[in-house]
């Protein structure tokens, strides 16, 4: 196999599109926006990407089959722009790999006709958050009034330590290439995957690009990670003999 390659999976013809990537990362929020789009979008598969960068492992279905580690392109048509949506189970597992792999996605962008990028992505707080602000990150200054427009704050030096992996460099190279390229990330404790972080992304996806989408399979996802974030806090707390009385005092 090559270092990348890449299969056509099938032919599409997408109108002004916009390339949306959303892999593993900090509270998983890209992936999960990537994922819902796919399934609620109806989305086409129409590439995959191989690479010698990601981990050496397959994936096994319920049938015992096996699949190689990849990356996925999903074409989708929507009453806005057209979306030709990144994602996959993986990042690259060196520096190189991740340049390799960047401008690999950037050539079938490219080769489809987009000219604008969205990478999505987290921002840790280190702490549970109730209201998910949008940070935003952009390869041409001129972006930002419009992300501006739509609630994306634009904080100094932050993210602390920069936009690591595939995210941050979809907006380096892709800025370099001539894509017209920002990242939005929704804050998340860093701790857990996050939701309610990846609705509040995608609702700011909807406002930049003008498609709706279904968010019931999404909130409900993020009434199970509520529990499951209850259920470690009464853990924390331990045992409480003193019952309610108790219960007052420490909270």
């Given at each position: 196999?090559?270092?990348?390659?890449?299969e056509?999976v099938?032919?599409?013809?997408?109108?002004?599109?916009?390339?949306i990537e959303?892999?593993?990362?900090?509270?998983?929020?890209?992936k999960?926006?990537?994922e819902?789009?796919?399934?609620?979008?109806?989305?086409?598969?129409?590439?995959r990407?191989?690479?010698e960068?990601?981990?050496?492992q397959v994936?096994?279905?319920?049938?015992?089959?096996a699949?190689?580690?990849?990356?996925?392109?999903?074409a989708?048509?929507?009453?806005?722009?057209?979306?030709?949506?990144?994602?996959?189970?993986?990042?690259?597992?060196?520096n190189?790999?991740?340049?390799?792999?960047?401008?690999?996605?950037?050539?079938?962008?490219?080769d489809?006709?987009?000219?604008?990028?969205?990478?999505?992505?987290?921002?840790?707080?280190?702490?549970?958050?109730e209201?998910?602000?949008?940070?935003?990150?952009?390869?041409?200054?001129?972006r930002?009034?419009?992300?501006e427009?739509?609630?994306?704050e634009?904080?100094?030096e932050?993210?602390?330590?920069?936009?690591?992996?595939?995210?941050?460099?979809?907006?380096?190279?892709?800025?370099?290439?001539?894509?017209?390229?920002?990242?939005?990330?929704?804050e998340t404790?860093?701790?857990?995957?996050?939701?309610?972080?990846?609705?509040?992304v995608?609702?700011?996806l909807?406002d930049?690009l003008?498609?709706?989408?279904?968010?019931?399979?999404?909130?409900e996802?993020a009434?199970?990670?509520?529990?499951?974030?209850e259920?470690?806090q009464?853990?924390?707390?331990?045992?409480n003999?003193?019952?309610d009385?108790?219960?007052?005092?420490?909270g």
């Open positions: 196999m090559d270092e990348v390659d890449i056509v099938a032919d599409t013809e997408l109108d002004d599109p916009v390339l959303g892999l593993p990362g900090v509270g998983h929020v890209g999960l926006v990537a819902h789009l796919i399934e609620e979008g109806d989305g086409t598969l129409v590439r990407v191989f690479s960068a990601f981990p050496p994936t096994v279905d319920e049938g015992g089959v699949a190689l580690a990849d990356a996925t392109f999903h989708i048509t929507t009453e806005g722009r057209d979306l030709l949506v990144l994602t996959g189970d993986h990042q690259a597992a060196d190189r790999g991740h340049y390799r792999l960047t401008n690999a996605f950037l050539d079938v962008a490219e489809v006709g987009v000219s604008e990028v969205y990478a999505l992505g987290g921002v840790p707080t280190g702490e549970l958050v209201d998910h602000a949008v940070v935003g990150a952009v390869a041409n200054d001129d930002k009034a419009s992300l427009d739509v609630g994306v634009f904080r100094s932050e993210p602390a330590g920069g936009i690591v992996g595939t995210s941050g460099l979809l907006v380096g190279l892709g800025g370099r290439r001539g894509f017209d390229a920002a990242c939005l990330m929704g404790s860093g701790y857990l995957v996050d939701p309610k972080s990846a609705r509040v995608l609702e700011t909807e930049l003008g498609f709706d989408v279904d968010f019931e399979a999404l909130d996802r009434d199970e990670m509520e529990d499951v974030v259920q470690m009464q853990m924390e707390q331990g045992p003999p003193g019952g009385e108790d219960l007052r005092y420490i």
